[in-house]
């Protein structure tokens, strides 16, 4: 069963950069028909799509935060790794990775989700 | 703010039904494929339908989807209090800002 599990610190400082890793286990981040990607959920409020990347380094950004959003992939480990910078109180959110499978133009779905993990920006 | 748009809240008495919209346009709904996920209370949003109308195994038939057009929407039958939760629907968006959107959520209530 594929699992993925979200890492990295709860606290982040104003302006600083977000870091978060994702550990894949149960499959291969080196399929061929899935992007691997971040989505975030500040409390109380809805999903926002963050971005996603495909084993070979291929990228989707979400254009309100593509300036300030970095997602990398490293494949010895299984992992991904997303990196938010010049964070504020609006990036305080529950923050998920996930798998997305896709048709390699659009993703078609998002079928396996981290539990997620809390980043608060505060001082 | 969402692109999509769904009823902020829904309810109804065990063992009935309800439909939740999903409202979007040809950049969105109109030309991609439909998913909708719950999202039980304090848990990881979880596939419910993916491709429109189709279930990932271990979902029950309660639960169905439909697309006509630039709208979807999330059937369930059988209404059980395990079902409340918060529900999202989810596509791609290929417009000149392409990305993946999910609606704005709706709320079930089992009354």
């Known amino acids: 069963q594929l699992q993925l599990q979200e890492s990295g610190p709860g606290l982040v400082k104003p302006s600083e950069t977000l870091s978060l890793t994702c550990t894949v286990s149960?499959?291969?981040?080196?399929?061929?028909?899935?992007?691997w990607g971040w989505i975030r959920q500040p409390p109380g409020k809805g999903l926002e799509w963050i971005g996603s990347?495909?084993?070979?380094?291929?990228?989707y950004y979400n254009p309100s935060l593509k300036s300030r959003v970095t997602i990398s992939v490293d494949t010895s480990k299984n992992q991904f790794s997303l990196k938010l910078s010049s964070v504020t109180a609006a990036d305080t959110a529950v923050y998920y990775c996930?798998?997305?499978?896709?048709?390699?133009?659009?993703?078609?779905?998002?079928?396996?989700w981290g539990q997620g993990t809390l980043v608060t920006v505060s001082s | 703010q969402s692109v999509l748009t769904q009823p902020p809240s829904v309810s109804a008495a065990p063992g009935q039904k309800v439909t939740i919209s999903c409202s979007g346009s040809?950049?969105?709904?109109?030309?991609?494929?439909v998913s909708w996920y719950q999202q039980l209370p304090g848990t990881a949003p979880k596939l419910l339908i993916y491709d429109n109308n189709k279930r990932p195994s271990g979902i029950p038939d309660r639960f169905s989807g439909s697309k006509s057009g630039t709208s979807a929407t999330l059937g369930i039958t059988g209404l059980q209090t395990g079902d409340e939760a918060d529900y999202y629907c989810g596509t791609w968006d290929s417009s000149l800002s392409a990305r993946y959107v999910f609606g704005t959520g709706t709320k079930v209530t089992v009354l």
């Open positions: 996930a798998r997305h499978s896709t048709d390699m133009t659009t993703v078609t779905t998002i079928d396996y």
């Open positions: 149960g499959g291969s981040i080196s399929s061929s028909s899935y992007y």
């Open positions: 040809s950049s969105n709904i109109g030309n991609n494929y």
């Open positions: 990347i495909y084993y070979s380094g291929s990228t």
